[in-house]
């Protein structure tokens, strides 16, 4: 059973990077048919989709959050990890890691429980 | 970008009742298109993908149906483990989009 963990500050200041961790057990994060995605919620509201990363190392973002976003692949670790720069109080949200499957429908299969980042000074 | 509208926002119902949740799609989108089930202090569950294939270990009260722009999540008789938020996905595109969600609560 595929198991995702996020990890990471649950507090950065405007204007700095918020980073986070996802480490992939149950399967390799190095699979064929895979990509990793970062998603985020903010308290009370919908889900918004940040990013994602193949095994290959390339990604794909939300434009909406234009180039403050690297999303980057660790295989030797099975980790991926996303950074986001100069973070204000619209960046509070719980960021979810997940894995979206090429299989079927690209659905989001496997979540992780999800961690809260709140940016306040 | 394409838009996700789902109706209603909210709906009150009982346990037993058949549930409706509908999604539009702001342009075709085939059969691309996933819906999630999401309870308070939790990660989003996937029921359904490709618009109608249900997920493993899914009860099968729940179904999918729709293809193009308009697309239904049916409960077949409401549980009290099924008083959650529901949210559509397209992955039609690149930019992966969601519906606004759907809130089922108890009447």
């Known amino acids: 059973q595929v198991q995702l963990q996020e990890s990471g500050p649950g507090l950065v200041k405007p204007s700095q990077t918020l980073s986070l961790t996802c480490t992939v057990s149950g399967g390799s994060i190095s699979s064929g048919g895979y990509y990793w995605s970062w998603i985020r919620q903010p308290a009370g509201k919908g889900l918004e989709w940040i990013g994602r990363?193949?095994?290959?190392?390339?990604?794909n973002t939300n434009p909406s959050l234009k180039s403050r976003v690297t999303i980057s692949i660790d295989t030797s670790k099975n980790q991926f990890s996303l950074q986001l720069t100069s973070v204000t109080a619209a960046d509070t949200a719980v960021y979810y890691c997940?894995?979206?499957?090429?299989?079927?429908?690209?659905?989001?299969?496997?979540w992780g429980q999800g961690t809260l980042v709140t940016v306040s000074s | 970008d394409i838009q996700m509208t789902q109706s209603p926002s909210s709906l009150s119902a009982s346990v037993g009742d058949r549930v409706t949740i509908t999604c539009r799609a702001s342009?075709?989108?085939?059969?691309?298109l996933n819906w999630y089930q999401q309870k308070p202090g939790r990660a989003p569950k996937l029921l359904i993908y490709a618009a109608s294939s249900l997920q493993s270990e899914v009860p099968s009260s729940f179904s999918g149906s729709g293809s193009g722009t308009d697309f239904t999540l049916t409960i077949s008789s409401l549980q009290p483990e099924d008083f959650a938020t529901y949210y559509c996905q397209q992955s039609y595109t690149t930019l992966r989009t969601f519906g606004q969600g759907t809130k089922v609560e108890m009447k």
């Open positions: 990363v193949y095994t290959s190392g390339g990604t």
């Open positions: 997940t894995r979206e499957s090429s299989y079927d429908s690209n659905e989001f299969d496997y």
């Open positions: 342009q075709s989108i085939a059969t691309y």
